[in-house]
């Protein structure tokens, strides 16, 4: 029962995974290229959806597109060129490296060597004794002052 | 070293409100053509209620604008009042009735007047598709060779034209800059 209604919940809850319209395909694996392709290109204008999820007209057209362009034969590469010639980098979820898109594909780099950098400057103060130090000082404080009251 | 410390946070907190108000006043919709500073790419399209058709190189000679528009565009009713204005000044704008029904768009022509010099019909958007157009209305300026100089997505008003669009005809000095 349990796992009928935890079934149930996951599909109910993919509603956005909703096909427009459907396409047949002469191979299966032109389905699955189709189905990646159009999850991996960005709809110009619903700016925050693939062009799978949404129901604006420019998204119908563009499926069609790349599904005509499957079925001619074209490689990936060459369906996402096709786009991006029209509409620009902006189609893809996952943009080339150029002067707009550096900030975008450096930032994780380097924040990630920042964070290394901070942990190690850390590291090597505490090794430096001053937290230990610190630590001892107040430890032995305490324990006069806990010593005195037992006395 | 302790004074720096002291407003490191402020700085921070600083430098993220110079980004923030920054980002207040980008659009991040504006989604400039993939095809500036390329020539108009090729078309042999049919005119509008005509049995010729026009192809890109006819629209050389001088800078205009390119308005794609259909009658299902309820923003393209708002903008055309301005665009019979503009045609009035002189300035030549082809139309591009895009993925329309002809039969509805002429008659949207004869009840709302043409401002129009001549109007191309991209019924299945093939031409909508090589340009990048990816709603109506947008707008296009060419220069006299037919290089795409501009896109505005949207109604294009008097604020548009002049803050836009008009820079590329004055340049051409076909426009006075007082309009």
């Known amino acids: ?151 | 070293m302790q004074p720096l410390k002291r407003f490191a946070p402020l700085a921070a907190f600083l430098l993220l409100v110079v980004l923030l108000v920054r980002g207040l006043s980008l659009d991040p919709t504006e989604l400039p053509s993939a095809r500036l500073g390329d020539s108009l790419p090729d078309f042999e399209l049919p005119i509008l209620g005509d049995s010729v058709s026009r192809q890109a190189t006819d629209w050389h000679g001088e800078p205009a604008l390119i308005n794609v528009w259909a009658t299902w565009c309820f923003s393209c009713r708002i903008e055309h009042p301005y665009l019979l204005e503009l045609a009035e000044k002189g300035v030549i704008i082809y139309g591009l009735n895009y993925k329309d029904d002809p039969e509805k768009a002429l008659v949207w022509l004869d009840d709302l007047g043409n401002p129009y010099a001549e109007t191309v019909v991209d019924e299945d958007g093939a031409f909508g598709l090589d340009l990048g157009v990816y709603g109506a209305p947008e707008t296009y300026v060419i220069d006299a060779s037919g290089v795409v100089k501009h896109r505005h997505v949207g109604v294009v008003n008097e604020q548009v034209w002049k803050e836009q669009l008009a820079p590329y005809f004055e340049a051409a000095q076909l426009i006075g800059g007082s309009d």
């Open chain 1, 1 to 151: 029962m349990i796992r009928l209604l935890l079934s149930l919940m996951i599909v109910w809850s993919s509603p956005s995974l909703a096909v427009i319209e459907t396409y047949e395909f002469s191979s299966p694996d032109l389905e699955l290229r189709y189905k990646a392709l159009s999850q991996e290109l960005r709809c110009p204008k619903c700016q925050n959806q693939n062009i799978a999820d949404s129901n604006a007209p420019i998204s119908r057209d563009l499926r069609a597109i790349v599904h005509e362009q499957l079925e001619a034969g074209a490689t990936d590469e060459e369906i996402v060129n096709f786009l991006v010639d029209r509409y620009g980098e902006f189609v893809r979820y996952r943009p080339g490296m150029d002067s707009n898109t550096l900030w975008l594909w450096s930032a994780p780099v380097i924040l990630f060597v920042m964070a290394i950098a901070v942990v190690l400057l850390q590291i090597r103060k505490d090794r430096d004794g001053q937290t230990v130090s610190s630590n001892a000082a107040r430890a032995s404080k305490l324990r006069a002052k806990f010593d005195g009251d037992q006395l």
